[in-house]
């Protein structure tokens, strides 16, 4: 049974971006937590809403928003009522802010960033027996590629030829877009346990919602901490590219040696 709420999981549950399993649990949560169906409802109106507005807002009359809203499955159809230029003028003037607001709310949303806040969210509070798949899930934006262009794209395809832990098996690569970069996503998995890599060029940053980043040395590789109380997250620079890695594994000689790794196909790679 899902544990918290999940008000961060609703716009991506809504549009159906959630893998199968996910969208189970969360369908399960939402019937049984009288809360989170009411976010549920008036996020789903808003996505209802957006899809079914096929005219431009500034075309529209505030009826027409009004019987849009109260009926989000109802398609809008033209007014036929004559409007006065002023009253043409303020519904442009009102629907260009909402434009606006709607634009700055995608662009602060998805950003010019990799966002792993709700992707830690998910590892972090994932149950012992489904943290292997939180973490080989794909945040909203991945997709899956071609592996040796998600491993070009993280700019180790001259050099991985082997896996950074003996034992394990590169199981999910995928490629991201954001602010015209690619950004990989690298899933490795062994019998006990998963890891993910995730490799930025170093002009696009990483984001992690409210979660306090702290430095630390890894077995005298120095890098950054991402705070996570049942999760490892560890930032680190690799020549052209800064990595995150995830995993539920707290042995630090292990964690090292999978940034060792990547330190070194990097630099294997920047040689060749």
Avoid at 36 to 47: A, D, I, L, T, Y
Avoid at 261 to 272: P, Q, T, V
């Amino acid at each position: 049974m899902w544990s918290r709420h999940i008000r961060r999981e609703l716009s991506a549950y809504c549009e159906g971006e959630l893998q199968e399993e996910l969208t189970h649990r969360l369908r399960d949560h939402i019937r049984i937590c009288r809360r989170c169906r009411k976010q549920h409802e008036e996020v789903s109106r808003g996505v209802l809403l957006a899809r079914h507005l096929r005219r431009p807002l500034c075309e529209l009359t505030w009826g027409e928003i009004e019987q849009a809203l109260l009926n989000p499955r109802q398609r809008v159809t033209p007014g036929r009522a004559y409007l006065s230029l002023r009253s043409r003028t303020l519904i442009a003037t009102a629907c260009l802010f909402v434009v606006i607001g709607y634009s700055l709310f995608h662009y602060f949303a998805s950003g010019k960033n990799v966002d792993l806040d709700r992707y830690l969210t998910q590892v972090e509070s994932s149950e012992p027996d489904l943290a292997r798949q939180q973490i080989a899930d794909a945040p909203p934006g991945f997709k899956d590629a071609d592996e040796y262009a998600a491993l070009r794209a993280a700019g180790i395809a001259q050099a991985a030829a082997e896996p950074p832990l003996v034992g394990y098996t590169l199981i999910r690569h995928r490629i991201g877009n954001v602010a015209g970069k690619e950004v990989s996503q690298l899933v490795y998995r062994g019998s006990n346990n998963s890891f993910a890599v995730f490799v930025a060029p170093h002009a696009v940053p990483f984001s992690f919602g409210k979660r306090e980043i702290g430095s630390t040395t890894l077995d005298g590789i120095r890098c950054q901490h991402v705070s996570c109380t049942y999760t490892s997250a560890l930032v680190f620079s690799a020549a052209r590219f800064h990595c995150v890695l995830v995993s539920k594994s707290k042995d630090y000689k292990e964690l090292a040696a999978i940034v060792r790794y990547f330190l070194s196909a990097h630099k294997a790679s920047e040689g060749s």
